[in-house]
């Protein structure tokens, strides 16, 4: 049991308790249950790799929106990890295609530009007909400072550079928003 809270604990988001509660469940689930679980995880890591083009998951050479042929290929959307392009995917709202740049930058723990995708954006943007690249980058810190480094280095190129807004969750009173969240509504307003 040990061994596996330690090795439950090594996973993002979860502390001690919720690796102890995780591994409590496992005990208690069905033989078959378990092994479904075991076998699901080794055939993750087993099947799925990253998409050659765009960095997104597949279990082939290219993933589904970059095989898409009616996607808008003159727009990409440059995001931090694969799971936020399920998150851009789940609103309709974006068409086009998509780089993951695996991370964000952060000296303080020596992630460098070298270490993301961004070699890779720009190679595509030499070879594809790239008209806008969307920087969708989180907006925390470290996003931030990706996003300005991308929007630097793009300036030197033809290509039309835009950033997500950041502001207000529908149904939020405006009294309750902390000032950072309420200044990025501001300034990402939008003609009527």
């Known amino acids: 049991?040990?061994?596996?809270?330690?090795?439950?604990?090594?996973?993002?988001?979860?502390?001690?308790?919720?690796?102890?509660?995780i591994a409590f469940h496992i005990l208690r689930i069905p033989q078959k249950d378990a092994k479904a679980l075991a076998f699901s995880i080794l055939k993750v890591k087993e099947r799925i790799k990253f998409c050659s083009r765009c960095g997104n998951l597949?279990?082939?050479?290219?993933?589904?929106?970059?095989?898409?042929?009616?996607?808008?290929?003159?727009?990409?959307c440059v995001v931090e990890q694969p799971n936020d392009i399920l998150a851009v995917e789940k609103t309709s709202a974006f068409k086009g295609l998509y780089h993951v740049l695996g991370g964000a930058l952060s000296p303080l723990d020596g992630i460098e530009p070298q270490n993301l995708r961004i070699k890779e954006l720009f190679g595509r943007l030499k070879k594809e007909r790239i008209k806008e690249v969307i920087i969708a980058t989180?907006?925390?810190?470290?996003?931030?400072?990706?996003?300005?480094?991308?929007?630097?280095?793009?300036?030197?190129?033809?290509?039309?550079?835009?950033?997500?807004?950041?502001?207000?969750?529908?149904g939020t009173n405006l009294e309750y928003a902390d000032e950072v969240t309420l200044s990025n509504a501001i300034e990402g307003r939008r003609n009527l």
């Open 58 to 76: 597949s279990e082939e050479d290219l993933c589904d929106i970059c095989k898409d042929s009616n996607r808008d290929r003159s727009i990409i």
């Open 138 to 170: 989180d907006s925390d810190s470290e996003g931030e400072t990706t996003a300005l480094y991308l929007a630097d280095r793009l300036k030197r190129t033809q290509i039309k550079v835009t950033r997500i807004a950041f502001g207000l969750p529908a």
């Open 1 to 21: 049991m040990s061994n596996l809270i330690q090795a439950l604990k090594r996973m993002p988001g979860l502390g001690p308790k919720s690796a102890e509660r």
